[in-house]
């Protein structure tokens, strides 16, 4: 359920770490900026600043573990069937 009135500071950034994977215009959604994208990243990256971050985009708050459950982790396997 979205936020009556669009977040701001530490609670917007972690809404948006945890809607990040979902893509852009979920994560505004998410975060109380509905359609209002563009104020939505202005928002996040002076957010981010103040606590000391730098980004670039939403993506940037991806975090590896997000991207393993989207399945883009990693394989892992031996070399060969020999190496079982």
């Not at 809404?15 to 109380?32: P, Y």
């Not at 000391?52 to 060969?80: F, H, M, N, R, Y």
């Amino acid at each position: 359920m979205a936020p009556t009135q669009p977040l701001t500071g530490t609670e917007l950034i972690d809404c948006a770490k945890a809607s990040a994977n979902l893509g852009l215009k979920e994560a505004a959604q998410n975060s109380g900026y509905g359609e209002d994208i563009e104020s939505f990243q202005k928002n996040l990256k002076q957010a981010c600043d103040h606590i000391g971050v730098s980004i670039d985009g939403l993506s940037d708050l991806v975090t590896p573990q997000q991207q393993v459950k989207q399945g883009q982790g990693i394989e892992i396997a031996p070399d060969s069937k020999n190496s079982l």
